[in-house]
């Protein structure tokens, strides 16, 4: 499994809350469990006091996407730091028993579970991967959407750094809003001199003064 695999825990784990919205779906722990996907033996070391913990490392991976979303670049490298100092990884190299054509296995770096409890796994994991794209790809690669009020977290990985939404219902979501704004602003302009109705009537009002 390739380390970039493991940005993806990040994401996840920072859009099971929607601030704006007052939405936080991270409330059970089946949902806990739910984040590691198919890495079901470390799901099940979930327990109810794993929620907190969750939350609190979700605070702190979404403050990293604030700080690269805002362009401070030493505030998001500082924040994923502490963050990598506190829940350390385990690296090994694994093979999962595949083999190429050869019959020689296919050997790759993964990234073990940390045995102590579910939330310190998870967020070593989520560190690493998240550590993996920022140094790879750069840290304006870490997003936050631009679809008011959403700002759900994503992974920028379009070839000209050009994302700017979590996902193509977002972004036609804002695109539509943009489109009906023009609208509104074109049909607010007056026919003869192409200036806002407001404005057009506030001339005419200091001519007949």
């Known amino acids: 499994m390739e380390l970039a695999y493991y940005s993806d825990y990040?994401?996840?784990?920072?859009?099971?809350?929607?601030?704006?919205?007052?939405?936080?779906?991270?409330?059970?722990?089946?949902?806990?469990?739910?984040?590691f996907g198919a890495n079901q033996e470390a799901a099940r070391r979930a327990t109810d006091a794993d929620l907190t913990r969750f939350r609190g490392v979700r605070g702190r991976l979404r403050a990293v996407f604030e700080a690269a979303d805002g362009g401070d670049e030493e505030l998001a490298v500082n924040l994923l730091n502490s963050l990598l100092l506190e829940f350390p990884v385990s690296p090994q190299i694994s093979g999962h028993n595949h083999r190429d054509d050869d019959g020689r296995p296919l050997w790759h770096l993964h990234l073990s579970d940390h045995p102590s409890n579910a939330t310190a796994g998870y967020a070593a994991i989520a560190a690493m991967g998240l550590a993996f794209h920022l140094t790879e790809y750069g840290v304006d690669r870490l997003g936050l959407c631009e679809a008011s009020p959403c700002r759900n977290a994503y992974l920028d990985t379009s070839t000209n750094r050009s994302r700017r939404y979590c996902s193509d219902r977002c972004a036609t979501r804002a695109n539509v809003a943009a489109y009906r704004a023009r609208k509104r602003l074109e049909a607010d302009r007056s026919p003869s001199t192409g200036r806002t109705a407001e404005k057009a009537q506030d001339s005419t009002a200091v001519t007949e003064r």
């Open 10 to 35: 990040a994401v996840r784990l920072v859009n099971t809350e929607e601030p704006v919205r007052g939405k936080d779906s991270l409330t059970t722990v089946d949902a806990v469990r739910a984040l």
